[in-house]
């Protein structure tokens, strides 16, 4: 065998991830194990997480086998009251917290809970792979999901044929998956694409953001919103504009930096820290690992975009690790 | 005239009389019954054991010079927009996940240039980023290639795969036994440090020594761990010395540590009797392994053995009441307004939507009497909870709550079927109530019961709604029973079958892969409730013997 083919079975070895699509960011430490680590990591929120949480856990299982874990993802709201009742050591958001909830916890324990940005994902507006649309505003995505059309867009959007679409989709109707209304998906959704107004009767509301891709998957006239993520063959991400006149930016791993892309959103993990004081050494190092090179690649891996080493680093600090 | 009119009535009356329209009616609601319970079962068995069988792998080149490998997973025909007739298309399991991106890839016969079999396309499952579709290209030896064809390089793979496995299963009994033990000693003296602490006060003679034991094992602890840690760092190098070099259909070169594969194997080359022995070794592995990338790949182990543990604690849990609650109701409570209205009330019970016991455990179990239990006995471990969360026991006892009217019911119709005559013959000879319970009646009513524990069973193996709420959970790799004391660990959160096909249907990330899982859970859970079932009605008939033939 030659010597250069050799020396790319090298580089392929050191860096795995260098061939995916996002490269991780190099400053990002490599977790190393520590002594005396046991116990159980408990896990309460977002859908949305639910598998980077998994994958987290599994990652973390590897370096301390003894380590229970338990993850329970229904939906971002689920996280705060287990965050306050204390069942959870772990909540997982994809919006942040409401004032109200924040409060909830205040009331218990006097602080407002910690919250540390682990990774980004762009929510994206699926539609069938057959769908020849090309781009969407946010005007036009607000009058197909919402009955009150806060963005003021004219019409009421109902049929693919009102985008000037060709042939049979001249007069396929629009079919709408969503999730349901404990999913932090639907609020963050609702906030920044619908203007806050009130999502559509006929919007079919679906268990898990997976379950939405295969609503979309399976239906040629359907669109949904669901984490990039959950992405199949099957279905489109539609690129999208801000407003009228504007380019369409699509969901492509490139934009997920750039800050075009309107929907792009932290995906926060909520933790129960006093100010000042220390975390417990279990919650500490599964913190540590998620901000960690091996962390990062898991985010990867579940089809999300890695923080940055800085960005890593402000967390721990947050948190009072470093 | 009279005569011929009432002819025909008399005919007709003939007819319902013999009962043919009633035979036919009610062996054709059986047999659409039947064929229904058929149909669901062979789509279930069908679809459930093909996935993992191992099907060819295909290699088509594209118009556009791109080339794509995979399995065929399924197929479609659209409508052309060109206007040439419909087009069929092939999604192909791609894998490779860290290289492009996408599990999967839709490809149109039209954009087909050739299309073959490669014998040397291999499949290789890892123990992370799903599955490798890619010849071999080399075998690496310490960076080095050892061998730099197809058919060496795998020979030198088959060489050293077990050894390599051998190294793995080692250093995983190392991590999880020996560390473990290490950790869990260091765990517990922290915790009585901290209890010293909650209970005597800080600097107080009983933490003193608390600290001081706690810094002795833990120092003791750091010594016994960087042994551990030199072994296993020994055995990960001596496995990352062996690599197997694979190209993708697409020109990329990549190298895979044996130690991250968990099986490879060359579908176009396998004859029957070696795709038999895969598709055994993928059903082993589903049977006894635990879940890897989310879910979406591995085994379903703890799922299997949870939902088993679980139906045992809760009958154990619902039986005795059961039974208790309809002795006192058939045998000792006065008939009267009172028991009638217990009696509505318990049958109401079964009509109660079970995502309502769901709520009621979770705020009674999880939050009252588990947040009490933390608060009592483990204030230690605090703010992690210990029972003040869903789990196993906590589980068990809802479900035993769900299925209690069926206990209840089916003892009492029992008891009832119990003749009174043998009642009024035992108080004759002398007995008294209970000695006449004990001796007479419940011997005759058992196999009754035990009908009713088997619905119980059934029933409360199926649920999953009220689960979801207080104990099932998506990952739970950590059995609820183990070699660590008290060995039963009835606060741990679990994975349940009938969650589990949820998870993998609505929530997965590879929701293309997962799909067919999911007819495989469901055929195991079938399975899984079948077999308990049997257990239950071979016990029942064994009983019926020994105790209705002992009674005379």
Redesign the interface.
């Given at each position: 065998m030659p010597r250069w083919k050799l020396a790319r079975f090298v580089l392929a070895l050191a860096a795995p991830a260098a061939f995916a699509q996002v490269p991780l960011d190099a400053g990002l430490p490599v977790y190393q194990p520590v002594e005396g680590i046991s116990g159980t990591i408990k896990s309460v929120g977002s859908d949305t997480l639910n598998n980077l949480m998994t994958l987290w856990a599994e990652g973390f299982r590897r370096m301390y086998p003894n380590v229970q874990v338990e993850i329970e993802g229904k939906g971002s709201s689920t996280a705060p009251p287990a965050l306050i009742e204390g069942t959870a050591t772990f909540g997982p958001m994809s919006r942040p917290m409401k004032e109200a909830e924040v409060d909830g916890f205040k009331q218990k324990y006097g602080y407002a809970p910690l919250a540390l940005k682990t990774s980004i994902d762009m929510l994206a507006v699926y539609v069938n792979k057959d769908n020849p649309v090309e781009g969407l505003t946010f005007a036009q995505v607000d009058a197909i999901f919402s009955r009150d059309r806060k963005l003021g867009h004219p019409e009421d959007l109902v049929n693919w044929g009102q985008f000037g679409l060709p042939g049979e989709w001249a007069t396929r109707p629009i079919s709408l998956y969503g999730r349901n209304a404990a999913s932090g998906t639907y609020g963050f959704f609702k906030e920044h694409v619908l203007g806050k107004g009130d999502y559509k009767d006929s919007v079919k509301e679906q268990p898990g953001s997976s379950a939405v891709v295969q609503g979309v998957a399976s239906d040629r006239g359907g669109i949904g919103y669901s984490g990039i993520g959950y992405k199949t063959a099957d279905v489109r991400a539609v690129p999208l504009a801000m407003a009228e006149g504007e380019d369409f930016v699509p969901a492509t791993p490139d934009q997920a930096y750039t800050g075009d892309y309107p929907l792009a959103r932290f995906l926060l993990v909520y933790v129960n820290r006093r100010p000042g004081a220390e975390l417990d050494p279990l919650q500490r190092e599964f913190i540590r690992y998620v901000f960690s090179r091996q962390g990062q690649e898991d985010v990867l891996k579940d089809g999300y975009f890695p923080v940055t080493a800085a960005m890593a680093r402000e967390a721990l600090q947050a948190a009072g690790i470093e | 005239m009279s005569g011929g009119r009432a002819a025909p009535r008399r005919e007709r009356t003939a007819l319902f009389a013999q009962g043919e329209p009633m035979i036919w009616l009610t062996g054709g609601g059986l047999a659409l019954a039947l064929a229904m319970i058929a149909g669901l079962l062979a789509l279930v068995v069908v679809q459930g054991s093909v996935t993992l069988w191992p099907g060819p792998v295909t290699r088509v080149e594209l118009n556009d010079g791109r080339a794509v490998m995979g399995e065929v997973a399924r197929s479609e025909s659209?409508?052309a927009?060109g206007g040439d007739g419909p087009v069929r298309r092939r999604?192909f399991r791609t894998g490779n996940?860290?290289?492009t991106?996408?599990?999967?890839?839709?490809v149109a016969d039209s954009d087909i240039r050739a299309e073959s079999r490669p014998e040397w396309a291999l499949v290789v499952e890892r123990t992370?980023?799903g599955r490798f579709y890619g010849a071999p290209q080399?075998f690496?030896l310490d960076?080095?290639?050892a061998a730099?064809d197809p058919a060496s390089a795998w020979a030198m793979y088959e060489q050293h795969r077990l050894a390599v496995q051998r190294r793995l299963r080692e250093r995983?009994r190392l991590?999880?036994r020996d560390?473990?033990r290490?950790?869990?000693r260091?765990?517990s003296a922290?915790l009585a440090v901290k209890s010293a602490e909650l209970r005597h006060g800080m600097g107080s003679v009983p933490h003193r020594e608390a600290v001081a034991r706690f810094e002795a094992v833990?120092r003791q602890?750091?010594a016994e761990?960087a042994r551990l840690r030199g072994r296993i760092e020994a055995l990960n190098r001596e496995n990352a010395r062996f690599?197997l070099?694979l190209a993708t259909a697409d020109g990329?070169?990549?190298?895979i540590?044996l130690a991250d594969i968990v099986r490879a194997c060359a579908p176009n080359r396998l004859g029957l009797a070696a795709k038999w022995a895969v598709y055994g070794s993928r059903w082993l592995e589903f049977l006894s392994g635990a879940p890897?990338?989310?879910?979406s790949e591995g085994g379903v182990f703890p799922a299997l053995f949870g939902t088993a543990l679980m139906t045992v604690v809760m009958s154990v849990a619902v039986v005795p009441f059961g039974v208790m609650a309809a002795l006192y109701l058939r045998e000792y409570a006065k008939a009267g307004p009172l028991v009638s209205l217990v009696r509505i009330a318990i049958n109401n019970l079964a009509g109660v939507p079970s995502i309502v016991f769901g709520v009621f455990g979770l705020g009674f179990f999880?939050?009252i009497v588990g947040?009490w239990l933390d608060r009592s006995f483990f204030a230690a471990?605090?703010?992690?909870?210990t029972f003040?969360?869903?789990g196993l026991l906590w589980s068990a006892l809802t479900l035993a709550l769900l299925t209690l009217p069926v206990v209840i019911v089916a003892t009492e119709e029992s008891l009832a079927a119990v003749p009174n005559s043998m009642r009024e013959g035992s108080y004759a000879c002398g007995a008294g109530k209970w000695q006449t319970i004990r001796r007479i009646v419940l011997p005759r009513a058992l196999p009754g019961i035990l009908t009713g524990t088997i619905l119980a069973m059934a029933r409360g193996a199926g649920e999953v709604a009220p689960l979801?709420l207080v104990g099932a959970?998506?990952?739970?790799?950590?059995l609820p029973v183990d070699a660590v004391a008290p060995f039963l660990h009835p606060e741990?959160?679990f994975m349940h079958l009938g969650f589990h096909i949820?998870d993998l249907?609505?929530?997965?990330?590879?929701?293309?892969a997962?799909?067919p899982m999911v007819f495989t859970v469901t055929l195991l859970l079938i399975a899984l409730i079948f077999l308990l079932n049997l257990v239950a009605v071979l016990l029942r008939a064994r009983l019926k013997k020994k105790f209705v033939t002992g009674a005379f």
């Open positions: - | 659209v409508g927009t999604l996940f860290e290289l991106g996408e599990h999967f890839q839709w992370a980023w080399a690496l960076g080095r290639a730099s995983q991590e999880s560390i473990g290490v950790n869990r260091i765990e922290r833990e602890g750091l761990h690599q070099a990329w070169e990549q190298a540590p890897r990338e989310a879910n999880c939050y947040g471990n605090l703010p992690n909870p003040g969360k869903g979801m959970v998506k990952l739970a790799p950590e741990r959160s949820f249907g609505f929530q997965s990330p590879n929701s293309e997962a799909r």
